[in-house]
């Protein structure tokens, strides 16, 4: 059986005003797996992947294991740390940095986890943008290519770290089905290949149905999707 990337279990989330977003919440998720957690907006997906990303905290009581990691005993520094070196971003926006060229945003994430100097981190940046077939656009700026080389530039910035996960929230949201569908491919082949785990919160259900596992975030829980019987 793969290594386990996460185990979370007892998950819980609590907003101002004692808001409970997530209750309980039980995770598993071993290398080479992707999940997606689909459900309605405002049940709790984009709260969770935060969590799971280190953004934001689970309230005391849940156990959350990063690998080998017990997150919940981490001072803020340390997870800052963590995050930087093990956790991959992908938005539905892309997220660039409107003014940096994609090689200097594919670079950034290196800036605070890499012990690597200049030439070391711009080595890096270019063979990750080569990786996904988009090194010639290396020197552009986001305003200067498709939606679609813009989501592969920010796949590129999350996975130049060598992440262990990869949270994506709604990767293909802003983008047209075919260039969707191809930008879901590369991430879904890279995960296998690099033996990573991916986490995509989507209301798509095509792209849901593309991961290996899919779970439904509702009432603050999180559980396998009710089966349609005809």
Request: aromatic letters at 2%.
């Given at each position: ?6 185990g ?24 080479g ?25 689970f309230d ?31 938005l ?17 994430p ?14 890096r ?21 498709s ?19 990869i ?11 075919q ?8 991430m ?18 095509e792209?849901a ?6 779970l ?15």
């Amino acid at each position: 059986m793969a290594e386990r990337i996460i185990g979370l279990e007892n998950a819980s989330r609590t907003l101002a005003a004692s808001v409970r977003v997530l209750h309980k919440v039980e995770l598993e998720l071993r290398a080479g797996e992707s999940l997606a957690i689909v459900g309605r907006s405002g049940s709790g997906k984009s709260t969770l992947l935060s969590c799971l990303g280190l953004l934001a905290p689970f309230d005391r009581g849940t156990s959350y294991h990063l690998d080998d990691t017990e997150v919940m005993r981490l001072s803020e520094s340390a997870a800052a740390r963590l995050r930087a070196t093990s956790i991959g971003f992908v938005l539905q926006n892309s997220g660039l940095v409107a003014h940096l060229s994609a090689l200097e945003n594919v670079e950034l994430p290196l800036m605070h986890s890499s012990r690597d100097g200049f030439r070391g981190i711009r080595r890096r940046a270019l063979e990750q943008l080569d990786q996904l077939g988009i090194g010639h656009l290396a020197r552009r700026r986001p305003v200067q290519v498709s939606g679609g080389e813009r989501q592969r530039i920010a796949i590129a910035r999350a996975l130049v770290i060598g992440p262990r996960l990869i949270l994506a929230d709604e990767p293909t949201g802003a983008l047209d089905e075919q260039t969707g569908a191809l930008v879901l491919d590369l991430m879904l082949d890279l995960v296998h290949r690099t033996n990573a785990a991916m986490i995509v919160v989507t209301h798509d259900s095509e792209v849901a149905s593309r991961a290996d596992r899919t779970l439904h975030v509702s009432d603050g829980h999180l559980h396998e999707p009710e089966r349609r019987t005809r």
